[in-house]
């Protein structure tokens, strides 16, 4: 989030060069026509104006170059936000100079409560602390407690095999119903119907297979169950050889680094916010005083051209005014988005927005 409001400052101040970059192509192309007329007039000389065509190049490579900034700032700003974006869009934000009112000790107490650096980093901590917890509990007996319950359903695609299988049970009986009835025949006494007990009896046949249909259709909760089962184990660490002993202290030493590191990372934030406040004030000063230097840069430059119309100032003067004032204006425009850089670092220290809070 951090890296890309400032490559959002930084598309925002190449735009701001462009129109810096333009408006010195306008007062250059109206020192050339003024060059121009003179020289048509017989009041100036060839020289004025090749001086202002050399201007007027110089300022259109300042702003080819200001444009192809603002085109490599935009792409820069996509591969941020993972969205590409129209090198051609305008961002509309308006970034002001304003004075900023900032509480130094306020600022640091947000950024110790609110850093997302500094939160992970405390996580880290009660991670560490959980882990010492957990190697100590090594040391204790452990007691586990098993309960079990279970059961069996199974359902046959083809009856068939199971009808032969059933039926084969049959041929024992058969065949002792025969034998009997032979002993019977031999003695004289009455026979019994061996067919009642025949494996290709059909009426047999159909009663085992309908027997076997109503048994294959407890799937899938016709659950045949078994005894339930439960047990306990109680295990005691005797002895574990040193491993456990290391864990320990591997835990407890890691615990101590996490922290360490949150101390590390309170006294960098501290720091950190101390110089970011320090920053934004001086570059608020900066950007007032460059914005005076801008200023008199441009009396300079009208001073200058008012004398070039007179007649009384040669061409170099208004040259020099003119690189004057635009070096002032790049540079206040300098100032005044390194201000709004210093501020987004602050925010991102704090983990909150400062810009509301600071015009107040």
């Not at 007329?37 to 190049?57: H, K, N, W």
């Not at 444009?67 to 305008?90: E, F, H, K, S, Y």
Request: proline residues 3%.
């Amino acid at each position: 989030m951090a890296d890309v409001t400032q490559q959002y400052i930084g598309v925002l101040e190449a735009q701001e060069e462009i129109a810096q970059a333009d408006r010195e192509l306008v007062r250059v192309g109206t020192q050339l026509r003024l060059a121009q007329a003179r020289l048509q007039v017989g009041t100036g000389i060839g020289l004025d104006v090749r001086r202002a065509e050399v201007q007027l190049g110089t300022a259109e490579v300042r702003r080819l170059r200001a444009q192809n900034a603002r085109v490599l700032q935009m792409l820069t700003l996509g591969q941020r936000i993972g969205v590409p974006l129209d090198t051609t869009t305008r961002l509309t934000s308006e970034f002001a100079l304003f004075e900023p009112s900032l509480d130094a000790a306020a600022l640091t107490r947000a950024a110790l409560l609110n850093n997302p650096v500094l939160l992970s980093a405390r996580a880290t901590v009660e991670a560490a602390a959980t882990e010492v917890r957990v190697a100590r509990s090594a040391y204790l007996p452990s007691l586990n407690f098993g309960v079990g319950i279970g059961g069996s359903v199974y359902q046959a695609g083809d009856i068939d095999p199971l009808v032969e299988q059933r039926l084969g049970s049959f041929q024992g009986a058969f065949a002792a119903c025969q034998q009997e009835n032979q002993i019977r025949q031999a003695a004289g006494a009455p026979l019994r119907d061996c067919d009642l007990v025949s494996p290709t009896n059909p009426l047999i046949r159909e009663q085992v297979r309908g027997q076997l249909r109503e048994e294959n259709r407890g799937f899938p909760f016709g659950y045949m169950t078994q005894p339930a089962t439960a047990s306990m184990t109680v295990s005691l660490p005797i002895y574990t050889g040193i491993g456990r002993g290391l864990s320990v202290q591997q835990a407890r030493a890691s615990a101590e680094d996490a922290r360490l590191q949150v101390r590390a990372q309170e006294l960098r934030l501290q720091t950190d916010v101390a110089a970011a406040v320090q920053n934004t004030r001086t570059a608020y000063q900066t950007a007032l005083l460059e914005r005076r230097v801008r200023e008199t840069a441009a009396e300079e430059l009208r001073l200058a051209e008012e004398r070039f119309r007179a007649g009384v100032a040669s061409s170099v003067e208004v040259v020099d005014g003119q690189t004057r004032l635009s070096e002032a204006e790049q540079r206040e425009i300098n100032a005044v988005y390194t201000f709004h850089r210093s501020l987004a670092l602050l925010e991102a220290l704090g983990g909150q927005p400062l810009r509301s809070r600071a015009r107040r």
